[in-house]
Protein backbone atom coordinates (compact mmCIF):
# COMPACT_ATOMS: atom_id res chain seq x y z
CA UNK A 1 0.00 0.00 0.00
CA UNK A 2 1.34 3.38 -0.81
CA UNK A 3 0.97 6.78 0.05
CA UNK A 4 -1.71 8.81 -0.81
CA UNK A 5 -4.18 6.25 -1.71
CA UNK A 6 -7.02 7.84 -0.94
CA UNK A 7 -6.11 11.14 -2.96
CA UNK A 8 -8.96 10.96 -5.67
CA UNK A 9 -11.57 10.29 -2.35
CA UNK A 10 -12.45 13.84 -2.64
CA UNK A 11 -15.15 15.79 -1.32
CA UNK A 12 -15.60 18.05 -3.85
CA UNK A 13 -15.77 18.23 -7.85
CA UNK A 14 -12.04 18.68 -9.57
CA UNK A 15 -12.13 21.06 -12.38
CA UNK A 16 -11.37 18.33 -14.80
CA UNK A 17 -14.64 16.17 -13.49
CA UNK A 18 -16.21 18.98 -13.82
CA UNK A 19 -15.28 19.87 -17.59
CA UNK A 20 -15.23 15.93 -18.40
CA UNK A 21 -18.01 13.94 -16.82
CA UNK A 22 -19.99 16.57 -16.04
CA UNK A 23 -21.78 19.91 -17.66
CA UNK A 24 -18.74 22.01 -17.46
CA UNK A 25 -17.45 24.04 -20.40
CA UNK A 26 -15.46 21.74 -22.96
CA UNK A 27 -13.34 22.93 -25.59
CA UNK A 28 -13.15 20.41 -28.21
CA UNK A 29 -17.11 21.11 -28.69
CA UNK A 30 -16.83 24.66 -28.76
CA UNK A 31 -17.46 25.55 -31.94
CA UNK A 32 -19.70 27.91 -34.42
CA UNK A 33 -23.63 27.46 -34.78
CA UNK A 34 -22.94 27.32 -38.89
CA UNK A 35 -20.35 24.45 -37.85
CA UNK A 36 -22.32 22.52 -35.71
CA UNK A 37 -25.55 22.76 -38.13
CA UNK A 38 -23.43 22.35 -41.29
CA UNK A 39 -20.45 20.17 -41.00
CA UNK A 40 -19.75 18.96 -44.74
CA UNK A 41 -20.22 22.18 -46.67
CA UNK A 42 -20.15 20.24 -50.05
CA UNK A 43 -23.51 18.05 -48.63
CA UNK A 44 -26.01 21.15 -49.28
CA UNK A 45 -25.83 22.62 -52.34
CA UNK A 46 -27.05 26.18 -51.97
CA UNK A 47 -24.31 29.07 -51.95
CA UNK A 48 -23.61 32.22 -50.17
CA UNK A 49 -25.67 34.38 -51.94
CA UNK A 50 -29.01 32.85 -52.01
CA UNK A 51 -29.27 30.50 -48.53
CA UNK A 52 -31.71 29.65 -46.21
CA UNK A 53 -32.26 28.19 -42.63
CA UNK A 54 -29.12 26.92 -41.80
CA UNK A 55 -28.54 24.69 -45.52
CA UNK A 56 -25.26 26.95 -46.55
CA UNK A 57 -23.61 25.99 -49.69
CA UNK A 58 -19.90 28.07 -49.80
CA UNK A 59 -17.56 28.44 -51.94
CA UNK A 60 -15.89 31.68 -50.83
CA UNK A 61 -12.33 32.27 -52.24
CA UNK A 62 -9.69 35.33 -52.21
CA UNK A 63 -9.37 38.02 -54.91
CA UNK A 64 -12.97 38.71 -55.02
CA UNK A 65 -14.06 35.49 -56.87
CA UNK A 66 -16.78 33.87 -56.32
CA UNK A 67 -17.35 30.31 -57.52
CA UNK A 68 -20.33 28.40 -57.75
CA UNK A 69 -22.02 25.24 -58.93
CA UNK A 70 -23.90 26.37 -61.94
CA UNK A 71 -26.02 23.03 -62.46
CA UNK A 72 -28.29 24.51 -60.30
CA UNK A 73 -29.53 27.92 -62.68
CA UNK A 74 -30.79 29.40 -59.86
CA UNK A 75 -28.06 29.71 -57.92
CA UNK A 76 -25.88 31.24 -60.61
CA UNK A 77 -28.58 33.84 -61.69
CA UNK A 78 -28.52 35.32 -58.13
CA UNK A 79 -24.83 35.73 -58.10
CA UNK A 80 -25.36 37.51 -61.74
CA UNK A 81 -27.92 39.44 -59.76
CA UNK A 82 -26.37 40.51 -57.29
CA UNK A 83 -23.06 41.62 -58.67
CA UNK A 84 -25.05 43.62 -61.71
CA UNK A 85 -27.02 45.18 -58.60
CA UNK A 86 -24.47 46.17 -55.98
CA UNK A 87 -21.05 45.53 -57.71
CA UNK A 88 -19.40 44.10 -55.06
CA UNK A 89 -18.21 40.91 -53.94
CA UNK A 90 -21.31 39.77 -51.44
CA UNK A 91 -18.32 38.32 -49.14
CA UNK A 92 -16.09 40.50 -48.68
CA UNK A 93 -17.63 43.90 -49.81
CA UNK A 94 -14.96 44.47 -52.39
CA UNK A 95 -16.23 45.79 -55.96
CA UNK A 96 -16.62 42.84 -58.31
CA UNK A 97 -18.02 42.24 -62.03
CA UNK A 98 -20.20 39.37 -62.94
CA UNK A 99 -17.16 38.00 -65.23
CA UNK A 100 -15.19 37.36 -62.03
CA UNK A 101 -17.63 34.35 -61.69
CA UNK A 102 -16.06 30.79 -62.38
CA UNK A 103 -18.12 27.72 -62.96
CA UNK A 104 -16.85 24.79 -61.42
CA UNK A 105 -16.66 21.12 -62.39
CA UNK A 106 -17.45 18.76 -59.52
CA UNK A 107 -18.09 15.08 -59.82
CA UNK A 108 -20.15 12.63 -57.81
CA UNK A 109 -19.20 9.11 -56.45
CA UNK A 110 -21.72 5.97 -56.92
CA UNK A 111 -23.25 7.42 -53.54
CA UNK A 112 -24.06 11.05 -54.85
CA UNK A 113 -21.32 12.85 -53.12
CA UNK A 114 -18.75 15.27 -54.29
CA UNK A 115 -15.17 13.58 -54.46
CA UNK A 116 -12.22 14.16 -56.11
CA UNK A 117 -11.73 12.50 -60.13
CA UNK A 118 -8.02 11.31 -59.10
CA UNK A 119 -7.77 10.21 -55.76
CA UNK A 120 -11.53 9.10 -55.29
CA UNK A 121 -11.83 11.11 -52.09
CA UNK A 122 -14.78 12.50 -50.46
CA UNK A 123 -15.16 15.63 -50.03
CA UNK A 124 -15.35 15.85 -46.06
CA UNK A 125 -15.09 18.30 -43.85
CA UNK A 126 -11.60 16.87 -43.03
CA UNK A 127 -10.54 17.52 -46.42
CA UNK A 128 -8.76 20.34 -48.18
CA UNK A 129 -10.13 21.24 -51.52
CA UNK A 130 -9.30 23.30 -54.37
CA UNK A 131 -10.31 23.99 -57.53
CA UNK A 132 -7.99 25.59 -61.07
CA UNK A 133 -9.34 28.92 -62.04
CA UNK A 134 -8.48 28.37 -65.63
CA UNK A 135 -10.32 24.95 -66.28
CA UNK A 136 -12.89 25.41 -63.56
CA UNK A 137 -12.21 21.62 -62.01
CA UNK A 138 -12.30 20.73 -58.80
CA UNK A 139 -9.96 18.14 -56.73
CA UNK A 140 -8.74 17.36 -53.46
CA UNK A 141 -5.29 19.58 -52.27
CA UNK A 142 -3.28 15.96 -52.26
CA UNK A 143 -3.52 15.12 -55.75
CA UNK A 144 -2.33 18.69 -56.69
CA UNK A 145 0.34 18.71 -54.46
CA UNK A 146 1.89 15.56 -55.40
CA UNK A 147 1.04 15.33 -59.18
CA UNK A 148 1.62 19.02 -60.07
CA UNK A 149 3.78 20.66 -57.45
CA UNK A 150 6.20 18.58 -56.46
CA UNK A 151 6.67 17.42 -60.33
CA UNK A 152 6.65 21.04 -61.09
CA UNK A 153 3.88 19.72 -63.60
CA UNK A 154 1.77 23.14 -63.68
CA UNK A 155 -0.82 21.38 -66.07
CA UNK A 156 -4.66 20.65 -65.44
CA UNK A 157 -4.68 16.81 -64.23
CA UNK A 158 -7.82 15.83 -66.59
CA UNK A 159 -8.08 19.01 -69.19
CA UNK A 160 -3.94 19.35 -69.49
CA UNK A 161 -5.24 23.48 -69.10
CA UNK A 162 -1.97 25.12 -67.99
CA UNK A 163 -2.00 27.52 -64.66
CA UNK A 164 -0.24 29.43 -62.22
CA UNK A 165 -0.08 28.81 -58.63
CA UNK A 166 -1.92 31.89 -58.72
CA UNK A 167 -4.70 29.67 -60.22
CA UNK A 168 -5.43 27.64 -57.10
CA UNK A 169 -8.35 28.53 -55.52
CA UNK A 170 -8.83 27.12 -52.03
CA UNK A 171 -12.19 25.98 -51.43
CA UNK A 172 -12.20 24.39 -48.10
CA UNK A 173 -9.23 24.58 -46.00
CA UNK A 174 -9.71 22.80 -42.43
CA UNK A 175 -7.27 25.13 -40.29
CA UNK A 176 -9.45 28.06 -41.21
CA UNK A 177 -13.19 27.75 -40.05
CA UNK A 178 -13.72 31.95 -39.86
CA UNK A 179 -14.44 31.84 -44.06
CA UNK A 180 -17.24 29.10 -43.56
CA UNK A 181 -18.95 31.43 -41.09
CA UNK A 182 -21.48 33.13 -43.01
CA UNK A 183 -22.68 35.49 -40.05
CA UNK A 184 -19.44 37.77 -41.34
CA UNK A 185 -20.23 38.02 -44.62
CA UNK A 186 -20.63 41.38 -45.85
CA UNK A 187 -24.18 40.54 -47.60
CA UNK A 188 -25.84 39.62 -44.25
CA UNK A 189 -24.52 41.55 -42.21
CA UNK A 190 -25.63 44.95 -44.31
CA UNK A 191 -28.74 42.78 -45.62
CA UNK A 192 -28.39 42.97 -48.86
CA UNK A 193 -31.19 41.09 -50.66
CA UNK A 194 -31.73 40.23 -54.31
CA UNK A 195 -35.84 40.01 -55.19
CA UNK A 196 -37.17 36.77 -56.83
CA UNK A 197 -38.38 37.21 -60.72
CA UNK A 198 -41.06 35.05 -58.89
CA UNK A 199 -41.89 37.85 -56.14
CA UNK A 200 -41.24 40.55 -58.62
CA UNK A 201 -44.09 39.34 -60.95
CA UNK A 202 -46.79 39.00 -58.35
CA UNK A 203 -46.29 42.43 -56.38
CA UNK A 204 -46.13 44.15 -59.94
CA UNK A 205 -48.43 45.17 -63.22
CA UNK A 206 -47.24 45.31 -66.14
CA UNK A 207 -49.75 47.64 -67.81
CA UNK A 208 -52.37 49.67 -65.90
CA UNK A 209 -54.19 52.39 -67.19
CA UNK A 210 -55.31 55.67 -65.34
CA UNK A 211 -58.63 54.61 -64.09
CA UNK A 212 -57.15 51.79 -62.26
CA UNK A 213 -54.25 53.86 -60.95
CA UNK A 214 -56.90 56.33 -59.27
CA UNK A 215 -59.27 53.56 -58.17
CA UNK A 216 -56.08 52.14 -56.07
CA UNK A 217 -54.76 55.08 -54.73
CA UNK A 218 -58.66 56.00 -53.09
CA UNK A 219 -58.45 52.34 -51.91
CA UNK A 220 -54.96 53.16 -50.63
CA UNK A 221 -55.93 56.00 -48.22
CA UNK A 222 -59.70 54.65 -47.18
CA UNK A 223 -58.57 50.60 -46.48
CA UNK A 224 -58.19 49.75 -43.34
CA UNK A 225 -57.03 46.14 -42.48
CA UNK A 226 -59.79 44.09 -40.54
CA UNK A 227 -58.70 42.86 -37.56
CA UNK A 228 -57.38 39.10 -37.35
CA UNK A 229 -58.67 37.48 -34.34
CA UNK A 230 -57.96 33.90 -33.40
CA UNK A 231 -60.52 31.09 -32.18
CA UNK A 232 -58.96 29.72 -29.15
CA UNK A 233 -58.96 26.17 -28.18
CA UNK A 234 -61.74 25.32 -26.01
CA UNK A 235 -60.23 23.31 -22.96
CA UNK A 236 -61.39 19.90 -22.15
CA UNK A 237 -64.38 20.01 -19.40
CA UNK A 238 -63.60 17.31 -16.46
CA UNK A 239 -66.86 14.77 -16.49
CA UNK A 240 -67.58 11.95 -14.72
CA UNK A 241 -66.62 10.30 -18.09
CA UNK A 242 -63.46 11.27 -19.15
CA UNK A 243 -61.95 12.02 -15.84
CA UNK A 244 -58.52 10.07 -14.98
CA UNK A 245 -57.13 8.32 -11.78
CA UNK A 246 -53.92 10.58 -12.18
CA UNK A 247 -53.28 14.42 -12.01
CA UNK A 248 -52.06 16.63 -14.24
CA UNK A 249 -48.76 16.59 -12.14
CA UNK A 250 -48.42 21.06 -12.36
CA UNK A 251 -48.29 20.82 -8.44
CA UNK A 252 -44.99 19.26 -8.86
CA UNK A 253 -44.04 21.06 -11.55
CA UNK A 254 -44.77 24.29 -9.68
CA UNK A 255 -42.96 22.82 -6.69
CA UNK A 256 -39.66 21.64 -8.23
CA UNK A 257 -39.30 24.42 -11.42
CA UNK A 258 -39.59 27.89 -11.24
CA UNK A 259 -40.87 28.67 -14.69
CA UNK A 260 -44.18 26.95 -13.58
CA UNK A 261 -46.73 28.99 -12.01
CA UNK A 262 -46.88 28.05 -8.42
CA UNK A 263 -50.03 25.50 -7.79
CA UNK A 264 -51.46 24.42 -4.14
CA UNK A 265 -53.73 21.98 -5.43
CA UNK A 266 -53.86 18.61 -7.53
CA UNK A 267 -55.63 19.23 -10.86
CA UNK A 268 -57.24 15.71 -11.77
CA UNK A 269 -56.00 14.87 -15.34
CA UNK A 270 -58.69 14.37 -18.13
CA UNK A 271 -58.52 11.28 -20.61
CA UNK A 272 -58.62 11.47 -24.71
CA UNK A 273 -61.79 10.31 -26.30
CA UNK A 274 -59.89 7.48 -27.82
CA UNK A 275 -58.63 6.13 -24.46
CA UNK A 276 -62.16 6.52 -23.06
CA UNK A 277 -64.11 4.68 -26.54
CA UNK A 278 -61.39 2.28 -27.86
CA UNK A 279 -60.77 -0.04 -24.63
CA UNK A 280 -64.75 -0.87 -24.83
CA UNK A 281 -65.18 -2.14 -28.50
CA UNK A 282 -65.71 -5.88 -28.07
CA UNK A 283 -67.61 -6.27 -31.11
CA UNK A 284 -66.33 -6.92 -35.00
CA UNK A 285 -67.91 -4.57 -37.64
CA UNK A 286 -68.96 -5.71 -41.23
CA UNK A 287 -69.57 -3.86 -44.12
CA UNK A 288 -70.75 -4.45 -47.72
CA UNK A 289 -68.91 -3.29 -50.84
CA UNK A 290 -71.03 -3.43 -53.64
CA UNK A 291 -69.13 -3.11 -56.72
CA UNK A 292 -69.94 -3.36 -60.55
CA UNK A 293 -68.42 -7.02 -60.66
CA UNK A 294 -70.63 -7.97 -57.27
CA UNK A 295 -70.60 -7.52 -53.95
CA UNK A 296 -67.48 -7.82 -50.94
CA UNK A 297 -68.83 -8.62 -47.50
CA UNK A 298 -65.76 -7.33 -45.27
CA UNK A 299 -65.39 -8.52 -41.22
CA UNK A 300 -63.46 -5.55 -39.93
CA UNK A 301 -61.23 -6.20 -36.53
CA UNK A 302 -62.78 -3.40 -34.49
CA UNK A 303 -61.61 -4.91 -31.30
CA UNK A 304 -57.52 -4.96 -32.44
CA UNK A 305 -57.60 -1.89 -34.75
CA UNK A 306 -59.81 0.44 -33.29
CA UNK A 307 -58.90 3.52 -35.35
CA UNK A 308 -58.37 2.51 -38.41
CA UNK A 309 -62.01 0.74 -38.36
CA UNK A 310 -63.94 3.94 -37.50
CA UNK A 311 -61.87 5.60 -40.18
CA UNK A 312 -63.27 2.95 -42.89
CA UNK A 313 -66.67 2.44 -41.08
CA UNK A 314 -67.57 6.43 -40.73
CA UNK A 315 -66.23 7.16 -44.55
CA UNK A 316 -68.62 3.91 -45.78
CA UNK A 317 -71.75 6.12 -43.81
CA UNK A 318 -70.10 9.13 -45.42
CA UNK A 319 -70.46 7.25 -48.85
CA UNK A 320 -67.13 8.44 -49.21
CA UNK A 321 -66.33 5.38 -51.26
CA UNK A 322 -69.26 5.52 -53.66
CA UNK A 323 -68.31 5.63 -57.34
CA UNK A 324 -64.62 5.14 -56.66
CA UNK A 325 -62.45 2.57 -58.30
CA UNK A 326 -59.85 0.15 -57.86
CA UNK A 327 -56.99 2.08 -59.49
CA UNK A 328 -54.24 -0.64 -59.03
CA UNK A 329 -54.17 -4.37 -59.93
CA UNK A 330 -51.71 -6.85 -59.15
CA UNK A 331 -52.83 -10.39 -60.42
CA UNK A 332 -51.70 -13.03 -57.17
CA UNK A 333 -50.59 -9.67 -55.24
CA UNK A 334 -53.50 -7.32 -54.21
CA UNK A 335 -56.18 -4.95 -55.42
CA UNK A 336 -56.26 -1.27 -54.41
CA UNK A 337 -58.57 1.07 -54.14
CA UNK A 338 -60.08 3.96 -51.76
CA UNK A 339 -58.46 6.58 -53.56
CA UNK A 340 -61.19 9.19 -54.78
CA UNK A 341 -58.83 10.85 -57.65
CA UNK A 342 -57.99 7.23 -58.67
CA UNK A 343 -54.36 7.89 -58.99
CA UNK A 344 -53.02 6.42 -55.76
CA UNK A 345 -51.88 10.56 -54.52
CA UNK A 346 -55.66 11.14 -52.85
CA UNK A 347 -57.46 10.46 -49.93
CA UNK A 348 -58.39 11.83 -46.84
CA UNK A 349 -58.88 9.96 -43.26
CA UNK A 350 -61.77 11.49 -41.13
CA UNK A 351 -59.36 12.76 -38.61
CA UNK A 352 -58.39 15.51 -41.11
CA UNK A 353 -54.83 14.06 -41.14
CA UNK A 354 -53.15 10.75 -41.94
CA UNK A 355 -53.45 8.77 -38.58
CA UNK A 356 -50.47 5.77 -37.02
CA UNK A 357 -50.53 2.27 -37.77
CA UNK A 358 -52.00 0.00 -35.74
CA UNK A 359 -49.95 -2.87 -36.23
CA UNK A 360 -51.03 -6.24 -34.21
CA UNK A 361 -48.72 -9.37 -33.93
CA UNK A 362 -52.28 -11.78 -34.66
CA UNK A 363 -52.98 -9.99 -37.84
CA UNK A 364 -50.85 -10.59 -40.91
CA UNK A 365 -51.35 -11.16 -44.32
CA UNK A 366 -50.84 -14.84 -44.60
CA UNK A 367 -54.00 -15.63 -46.52
CA UNK A 368 -56.68 -14.89 -49.52
CA UNK A 369 -58.74 -11.79 -49.12
CA UNK A 370 -56.98 -9.94 -46.25
CA UNK A 371 -57.73 -6.02 -45.75
CA UNK A 372 -55.52 -3.78 -45.22
CA UNK A 373 -54.95 0.25 -45.17
CA UNK A 374 -52.01 1.19 -48.05
CA UNK A 375 -49.99 4.07 -47.23
CA UNK A 376 -46.67 5.79 -48.69
CA UNK A 377 -44.54 5.66 -45.89
CA UNK A 378 -44.92 5.02 -42.12
CA UNK A 379 -48.03 6.13 -40.32
CA UNK A 380 -49.22 8.01 -43.03
CA UNK A 381 -53.11 6.20 -43.05
CA UNK A 382 -55.47 8.10 -44.88
CA UNK A 383 -58.27 6.51 -46.76
CA UNK A 384 -56.40 3.91 -49.05
CA UNK A 385 -56.72 0.07 -48.54
CA UNK A 386 -55.91 -2.75 -50.43
CA UNK A 387 -57.38 -6.93 -50.51
CA UNK A 388 -54.86 -9.32 -51.07
CA UNK A 389 -55.49 -12.50 -53.13
CA UNK A 390 -52.26 -14.33 -51.74
CA UNK A 391 -50.13 -14.40 -48.53
CA UNK A 392 -47.79 -11.59 -48.84
CA UNK A 393 -45.82 -11.78 -45.66
CA UNK A 394 -43.64 -9.24 -46.72
CA UNK A 395 -46.16 -6.56 -45.90
CA UNK A 396 -46.64 -7.99 -42.13
CA UNK A 397 -45.70 -5.45 -40.36
CA UNK A 398 -45.84 -2.65 -42.65
CA UNK A 399 -49.04 -2.30 -42.81
CA UNK A 400 -52.10 -2.09 -40.86
CA UNK A 401 -54.89 -5.38 -41.19
CA UNK A 402 -57.91 -4.27 -40.09
CA UNK A 403 -60.17 -6.63 -41.43
CA UNK A 404 -61.19 -9.82 -44.19
CA UNK A 405 -63.52 -10.88 -46.82
CA UNK A 406 -65.89 -13.23 -45.50
CA UNK A 407 -68.53 -13.48 -48.51
CA UNK A 408 -67.99 -12.94 -52.02
CA UNK A 409 -64.76 -14.70 -52.90
CA UNK A 410 -65.91 -15.40 -56.71
CA UNK A 411 -66.25 -11.69 -56.91
CA UNK A 412 -62.71 -11.26 -55.46
CA UNK A 413 -61.83 -14.22 -58.65
CA UNK A 414 -63.58 -12.27 -60.86
CA UNK A 415 -61.15 -8.72 -60.13
CA UNK A 416 -58.27 -11.00 -60.07
CA UNK A 417 -59.28 -12.19 -63.75
CA UNK A 418 -59.48 -8.23 -65.04
CA UNK A 419 -57.12 -7.41 -67.59
CA UNK A 420 -54.09 -5.19 -67.01
CA UNK A 421 -51.97 -2.90 -69.13
CA UNK A 422 -47.77 -2.81 -68.11
CA UNK A 423 -48.17 -0.29 -65.11
CA UNK A 424 -50.51 -2.66 -63.52
CA UNK A 425 -53.73 -0.36 -63.85
CA UNK A 426 -56.82 -2.36 -64.75
CA UNK A 427 -58.23 -2.00 -68.40
CA UNK A 428 -62.03 -2.88 -67.13
CA UNK A 429 -63.48 -0.39 -64.64
CA UNK A 430 -63.88 -1.49 -61.08
CA UNK A 431 -65.76 0.29 -59.34
CA UNK A 432 -67.26 0.83 -55.33
CA UNK A 433 -70.86 1.58 -56.20
CA UNK A 434 -72.34 1.95 -52.64
CA UNK A 435 -70.75 0.38 -49.43
CA UNK A 436 -73.27 -0.32 -46.71
CA UNK A 437 -72.92 -0.93 -42.99
CA UNK A 438 -74.51 -3.80 -41.28
CA UNK A 439 -72.62 -3.66 -37.54
CA UNK A 440 -70.89 -0.75 -36.20
CA UNK A 441 -69.82 -0.96 -32.64
CA UNK A 442 -68.84 2.26 -32.14
CA UNK A 443 -72.19 4.09 -33.39
CA UNK A 444 -73.64 1.31 -30.57
CA UNK A 445 -70.74 2.38 -27.93
CA UNK A 446 -71.25 5.89 -28.50
CA UNK A 447 -75.20 5.71 -27.78
CA UNK A 448 -74.66 3.56 -24.74
CA UNK A 449 -72.05 5.93 -23.33
CA UNK A 450 -74.63 9.09 -24.17
CA UNK A 451 -76.95 7.29 -22.37
CA UNK A 452 -75.20 6.65 -19.22
CA UNK A 453 -73.18 10.24 -19.07
CA UNK A 454 -77.31 11.42 -18.96
CA UNK A 455 -77.98 9.12 -15.86
CA UNK A 456 -75.34 10.31 -14.05
CA UNK A 457 -76.02 13.80 -14.40
CA UNK A 458 -79.95 13.33 -13.49
CA UNK A 459 -79.21 11.05 -10.53
CA UNK A 460 -79.93 12.73 -7.18
CA UNK A 461 -77.86 12.15 -4.28
CA UNK A 462 -79.37 9.23 -1.75
CA UNK A 463 -79.35 9.24 1.74
CA UNK A 464 -76.58 7.79 2.51
CA UNK A 465 -74.42 10.60 0.46
CA UNK A 466 -76.22 13.26 2.16
CA UNK A 467 -75.40 11.80 5.62
CA UNK A 468 -72.08 11.63 4.70
CA UNK A 469 -71.91 15.27 3.25
CA UNK A 470 -73.55 16.43 6.86
CA UNK A 471 -71.31 14.53 8.93
CA UNK A 472 -67.80 15.61 6.75
CA UNK A 473 -69.36 19.23 7.60
CA UNK A 474 -69.76 18.83 11.56
CA UNK A 475 -67.20 19.17 14.19
CA UNK A 476 -68.07 16.18 16.13
CA UNK A 477 -65.77 14.08 17.86
CA UNK A 478 -65.89 10.29 16.72
CA UNK A 479 -68.22 11.44 13.48
CA UNK A 480 -66.84 8.48 11.33
CA UNK A 481 -68.14 6.18 13.89
CA UNK A 482 -70.77 3.93 13.01
CA UNK A 483 -74.16 5.00 15.14
CA UNK A 484 -76.67 2.28 16.60
CA UNK A 485 -79.97 2.77 15.39
CA UNK A 486 -83.03 3.43 17.77
CA UNK A 487 -84.44 0.06 17.84
CA UNK A 488 -81.21 -0.86 18.78
CA UNK A 489 -81.02 1.51 21.77
CA UNK A 490 -84.26 0.67 23.12
CA UNK A 491 -84.44 -2.99 23.72
CA UNK A 492 -81.55 -2.80 25.71
Excluded at 41 to 53: Q, T, W
Excluded at 174 to 186: F, G, P, Q, S, W
Excluded at 392 to 408: L, N, S, Y
Excluded at 424 to 432: E, N, Q
Aim: aromatic share 10%.
Amino acid sequence: MGKKQHQKDKLYLTSKEWREDRGGFKKSYFITYFQRNCQNIFDYPLNAVHYHSIHIRTLVATRMVIFLICCISLLTRNAVAFIDKFGIDPISGEPAKSIDLVKLNMEKNKQGRYHCPITRKEFSDSVNVVAIKTSGNVYALDAIQELNYSLNNYKDLLSDTPFTKKDVITLQNTTDVERLNCAKYHHVIHNLKVDDEEDTDVNTLRTVNPETIGALNELEKTYKAPKITFAKKEDKKLTARNKAHFSTGQMAYGFTCTSFEPKTFQIQGILDEDQIRYPRIKKKGYVQLATNLGNLNLQLHCDSTPKTCENFLRLCSANYYNETVFFRLAPGHIVQGGDPTGTGNGGQSIFGKPFKDEICANLRHDKRGVVSMANHCKDQNTSQFFITFNPCPAFDDRFTVFGKVVGGMDVLNKIEDVPIDEDYHPLITIKILQCNVYVNPFEELDAEMEKANNQLMDEKPTKDKEEARKLKQSNVVGKYLKRKSNSAQTTK
